[in-house]
């Protein structure tokens, strides 16, 4: 039963990332107005808005314009599915219900802002303060009322935003951008200290690797700007969900 909450409210979560994302470049306003056709301008009816289904039985394209619709919509909708679901992992068993249950709104919360600012940064090469800003305070005060863990996370913070403000202190600016140092940081209060180290050293890699398979399809020629927020949020997840033989690890090395 909690599976097939999490995953529906996932699917749903989703769905809303898409249009917010849509919505925040272009300037509309993010809670309102109806969702329509970027083609035909078509006002969509709520069969057409269900999370995958509907892109599943519209094959793809519009029901009035027949433009296709971007595999971004469902993947992210299943993506952020997978990740709800898969966020009950990380609440301890044995607390309080109502603790439980503010972990894992907790962590649904996090996983919408990475997958908001992963898609945000790969589309467009920005990570938005207006979603990076909120997420930081809200992390802030959330691990700060936690009795446990609070000076990890804000030692994982300073390390996270003081790594990213070093480097941009040091280049004037030119190797990372001010969103960098944002979201090294909200990053870091949620993994902590020791975390947030194999988290970005799990981000250059994936980096590397993402850089040199773009490269191999001749998708971007070198030199130019790669979306790090995007490695960076693969990291922290990957960081996230395997916390324990990660700590483990650490634990050996030192
Ligand atoms: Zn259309």
Redesign the pocket.
């Known amino acids: 039963m909690p599976v097939l909450i999490s995953l529906l409210f996932g699917l749903a979560i989703g769905s809303f990332l898409n249009a917010a994302i849509f919505r925040l470049h272009y300037g509309l306003p993010i809670w309102r107005g109806r969702s329509q056709?970027f083609?035909?301008r078509?006002e969509l009816a709520w069969h057409d808005l269900l999370p995958v289904a509907s892109f599943l039985l519209l094959r793809g394209h519009?029901r009035?314009?027949d433009?296709e619709i971007h595999w971004q919509y469902p993947v992210v909708e299943l993506v952020t599915a997978l990740l709800f679901v898969l966020a009950l992992t990380l609440v301890p068993l044995g607390l309080p219900l109502g603790v439980s249950l503010a972990q894992l709104f907790f962590w649904w919360f996090i996983f919408a802002i990475f997958i908001f600012l992963f898609v945000y940064d790969a589309r467009y090469g920005e990570l938005p303060d207006q979603i990076t800003l909120p997420a930081i305070l809200i992390a802030f005060v959330w691990m700060q009322m936690m009795h446990w863990g609070w000076q990890s996370s804000l030692i994982g913070g300073v390390v996270g935003g003081g790594f990213f403000l070093a480097q941009y202190l040091i280049s004037r600016g030119r190797w990372v951008g001010g969103g960098d140092i944002r979201l090294g940081f909200l990053i870091g209060l949620v993994v902590g200290w020791p975390l947030v180290a194999p988290s970005f050293i799990l981000a250059y890699v994936l980096g590397l690797v993402g850089v040199l398979i773009l490269l191999g399809l001749r998708r971007k020629t070198f030199g130019e700007t790669v979306p790090f927020g995007t490695y960076l949020i693969a990291g922290a997840l990957i960081a996230i969900f395997f916390a324990e033989p990660l700590l483990k690890y650490i634990g050996r090395m030192l």
């Open positions: 056709c083609t035909c078509m519009c009035t314009c433009a």
